[in-house]
Every structure is written in structure tokens, then in C-alpha cells.
DNA sequence: GTCTATAGGGGGATAGAC
DNA sequence: GTCTATCCCCCTATAGAC
């Protein structure tokens, strides 16, 4: 936030200017498809200044790697340990947040399991995801629920999967859907919009089943 | 099965097995950061026969590509246009028949939907998925529930969607439900043998809501 | 059909001027 | 910090002997 710059689009320093050209690259294409070239055109800049600035085309990779994990689990972290939510109001709040955010960048999830299925090791050792998510306030309503009775699906480990599986597969698959829905971008887009409202319905039965 | 060769490994023909390791590698790596040389080293032959018999990477690869898209939709088409079967009987046949298959191919999903972002135009000129999906039996049964008011859920897109991504999606995301489940192979195997239980039951609540 | 050897090009990275 | 020019390795593909 220093000088002001950040908030006018032109006056981006180089550095931002080739991270922001990477993301795009690396998550339309992965890891092997994308040419440092291609980075540095689409930044507008010399192939020499990338090396300059990140040393090699696989510590930018690395970078933009753990941003965009970051920036995945961001949408569900900030819901997790929020101690005045009720559970059913959580599961709301990650569908919509999901939902908002892959609508502006559908190319994440594919990017990330990609990127976790080639390097697990170093994801998992700087992210913590199991510990913070059996840790969570979320944990442990969705206990509370089953001891009372509430809910029956008694594994959170399928629950989660559901959740996840019903908000992201259809980004990972979207090529696929609009294919056989013969949609538009903008219809994907209402398509998944619409989600918003069903998928915690759907997933309130889920819950009460065994 | 000229020859009854078909039936043991090692008499393989040299063909078949450059495609065999070809299908590992790419499976596993994708098509850009797999090499020739790995492939004609898995297959125990010389890198220059690869190219005598498929001419090229990106030939060869497309072979693979379509043959894993056809045996994947393979599991569902067998069951779409059974006319014997009901439309219950045929949800529990497509969850069984995916996960036997991904439960011993677990890369075939995140293979495909990679290919098919990269290549959609060529795969969906071939294989005409759209048209056999809305003709088959088990749309038009799929109509019927809804016109006799047994299901409510009306949008057989959103339907499809739900059923691939809670079958699916756990073998895509498997590296993290791994890690966040502390789940070794065979650990993660039985969780998604449990999940042919489960997904018909879930989906008979999905239907149901509106 | 199968091999060895090598051509040919592409892509990541760096040297060095400005 | 930014550029031009270039190095050099690696990878696909082919030529040609057997």
C-alpha cells in the first residue's frame, strides 16, 4: 500500500506485472505447457527480467502455487472458525464464497490438483490444511449436530468431499457441462449461480443420511 | 485375439506395449511433461520405434486420449439405454461401474478433464456425447419421474452434474482428501467402496429437493 | 522391425551493454 | 532495472545400418 500504486492498474511495478502474467499462463496451462516466453509477452516484458526477478521459471511456478492454495482455502478458512455462525449458516457462506470466486477464475481447481498431485510434499508441509480443519469451530459443531441427534452422515471426512465435490467438480468439469447443456459462458455462469441456493438444501439431506 | 497372443503379458506386441506404457505416462504426467524417452523406457524398447509406429508424440497421444474417453463413458453407456433396468437400478449400476474402474485407474479423471480442456474441439466431434445423453433411456426416464411428480429436482444437467461430481470428484481430489483424512492407499480405496453405498442414497434425497 | 547415431529446434537461463 | 544476444541442454524426430 505504499505510494499508492496498487490500486491503478498502469502503474503495477514489473514484478507484479510478470506474477500477474504467470497466474494467467500457469493456470490455463500448467507447469510444462507454459514457456517463460510466453510469460514474459504476456507481461509485456524481456524473457531476462523473469529470471531477474524469481531466479527460475520453477520458483515463480512455486510462488504462484502456494498464492493461489492460499487463496483457495482462504474462502473456506475465513468461515471455519467464525464462532457466531451457526453450521448450517457456514455451509451457505463456503458454497457462496466458492461459487463467487471460481465464477471470476474457473481455471483454479483444475490448476490445483494438478499442482498437488505433482509436488504434495511441499503443500502440505507449509500448509497445515488437516490440522487447521479438524481443529475448526466447523469440527466441532458438525460433532455436536451428530451427538444430538441432528444430523446422522456421521463421517466428516465424506461430508466435506460432498460439500466440496458438489460446489467444485462442476468448474473442473466445465468444458464437459457446457458441452452437454450446449451452454454459453453466461449460462455455465447462471447454471452455477443458481447452485448457490441448492446446494445447501441438498446437502441438508445428505446430512441425514447413513 | 488372432493367435490367442492377447492373453498373456509377455507376449505382447511391440505396439501394444509402447501404448500400454504411453497410457501410464500420460495418465500420470499429462502430455507436456511426459517424454518420449520415458515412454519408450517403460516400454522396453528403443525411443526410434515409437516413431516408426505412431509417427509422432501428438499421435500417439490422441489414441490414448480417445481410448481412455471412451472407456470412461463406456461405464455409464452400458447402463443409459438398458431398457430393463430401472431408473434406480441404473444410478446404483453408474456409481458401482465408476468405482470399481477408478478405484484401479484413479489418474483416468484429472487425465481427461485436462485433455479435454486442452483438446474439446477434437474429442467432442467424435464422440457425440451430448446427443447420446439427451436420446438415452435413462433421460427419458429420468422425464417420466419428474411428470409423475416422483422427483421435483427438474434440471437433468444439474442431476448429471451432482451424481459425476459425488462419484468423481473424491478420486480427483484424492492427494488432498489423503492428506486431510490421514488416509493410506487401501484406506482411501475403502472410503470410496463405502461411497457405492452411499451416492445412490444421497442421490435419492438430491432428487427430491427442489 | 529394431537398433545406433545424429540432426534440428525449442526453451530455460545468463552475460554483458546501457 | 531493462534490454539484446547467445549459450547450451534437452527433447522430438529421422536417417540409415543391420
Redesign the pocket.
Known amino acids: 500500500m505504499s505510494r499508492d500504486k496498487v490500486s491503478l492498474k498502469m502503474d503495477v511495478d ?1 514484478q507484479t506485472k510478470i506474477k500477474n502474467a504467470a497466474r494467467l499462463m500457469f493456470h490455463r496451462k500448467g507447469f510444462a505447457a ?4 510466453d510469460i514474459a509477452e504476456e507481461a509485456g ?5 523473469l ?2 526477478y524469481f ?4 520458483k515463480l511456478f512455486d510462488i504462484i502455487m502456494m498464492e493461489t492454495m492460499q487463496s483457495f482455502f482462504q474462502a473456506m478458512a475465513v468461515v471455519l472458525n467464525d464462532e457466531q455462525s451457526t453450521f448450517k449458516e457456514k455451509i451457505t457462506a463456503i458454497a457462496n464464497n466458492y461459487i463467487d470466486l471460481l465464477s471470476v477464475e474457473p481455471e483454479i481447481p483444475l490448476f490445483l490438483m494438478n499442482a498437488v498431485r505433482s509436488n504434495p510434499n511441499v503443500i502440505f508441509e507449509k500448509l497445515p490444511i488437516k490440522q487447521f480443519f479438524l481443529n475448526s469451530v466447523f469440527i466441532k459443531q458438525f460433532d455436536e449436530m451428530v451427538s444430538k441427534g441432528k444430523i446422522v452422515h456421521n463421517d466428516p471426512l465424506q461430508f466435506v468431499v460432498n460439500m466440496l465435490g458438489l460446489i467444485v467438480f462442476p468448474f473442473i468439469a466445465r468444458p464437459m457441462v457446457k458441452e452437454v447443456g450446449g451452454l454459453s459462458d453466461i449460462q455455465f455462469d447462471k447454471m452455477m449461480y443458481e447452485r448457490r441456493r441448492l446446494i445447501p438444501l441438498w446437502i441438508k439431506f445428505i446430512l441425514k443420511t447413513k
Open positions: 514489473t507454459t514457456r517463460t516466453r516484458i524481456n524473457l531476462a527480467l529470471n531477474y531466479r527460475s521459471k520453477q
